[in-house]
Structure formats: structure tokens, C-alpha cells
């Protein structure tokens, strides 16, 4: 039973720079995800990892500013968050995918994954 522990989140001023991370007890081979969701709003898909690594995956709205990576000898990816705006504010979740196609619109769809962190706040101000 793999589980996953989010942390580095908090409060930030716009334009400052925040990295998440994302730790899994027990090792897996999955493809990895991050989500978010603000207040009234759907959860929604932020950034994917493949993997090994290789293949990353960003939505329209933080593409160019974000970065996800992993490092799977720690067993943890990471989301670097750069040039933060007040409506990246939500709550970032990791989650584990559970799929075995490569096709990208896997890597988007929320249902693809089965394991999900707990979530940590990110609050950007103005």
C-alpha cells in the first residue's frame, strides 16, 4: 500500500517561488501527478511526471512556471513553483497514477489515479 506525504507549502508573496514535495512510503514505478483545488472550485490538474522521468505534462496555466520532477532513488517528486500568482492559491494534492497507457490525456484525468496525498495549502498574496 503505497502512501504519499505532501509538504513545503505555505504563504508566499506574488512573484516568490515555492517546491513541493511529494514522499511515498514503499517504492513504485508509477506515473505521478499533481492537482489543485481552490475553494468552490473543481479539482484540477496542475502537472505529470512519467515514470522514469523522462515525459512531464503541464497545464495551459502554469506551464513556463512550473516544474515537476522526481527523484526515485528518494521515492519523491517534486513541484518547483516559480513567478507565483494570487490565483495559484488552492490546495496541492500528489497523487499516484493507475494506468498503464501512455497516452497524455491519461496523465490529465483525475480518475487515473488512485492514491492521493492529503494536500498542503498554498496561499500566493498580493
Known amino acids: 500500500q503505497v502512501q504519499l506525504v505532501e509538504s513545503g507549502g505555505g504563504l508566499v508573496q506574488a512573484g516568490g517561488s515555492l517546491r513541493l514535495s511529494c514522499a511515498a512510503s514503499?517504492?513504485?514505478?508509477?506515473?505521478m501527478g499533481w492537482f489543485r483545488q481552490a475553494p468552490g472550485k473543481e479539482r484540477e490538474f496542475v502537472g505529470a511526471?512519467?515514470?522514469?522521468?523522462?515525459?512531464?505534462y503541464y497545464a495551459d496555466s502554469v506551464r513556463g512556471r512550473f516544474t515537476i520532477s522526481r527523484d526515485n532513488a528518494k521515492n519523491t517528486v517534486y513541484l518547483q513553483m516559480n513567478s507565483l500568482k494570487p490565483e495559484d492559491t488552492a490546495v496541492y494534492y500528489c497523487?499516484?497514477?493507475?494506468?498503464?497507457?501512455?497516452?497524455?490525456?491519461?496523465?490529465?484525468?483525475?480518475?487515473?489515479?488512485?492514491?492521493w496525498g492529503q494536500g498542503t495549502q498554498v496561499t500566493v498574496s498580493s
Open positions: 497523487a499516484k497514477g493507475n494506468f498503464s497507457t501512455d497516452l497524455a490525456a491519461q496523465y490529465r484525468t483525475r480518475t487515473a489515479y488512485d492514491v
Open positions: 511526471i512519467n515514470w522514469s522521468g523522462g515525459s512531464t
Open positions: 514503499g517504492r513504485t514505478s508509477s506515473a
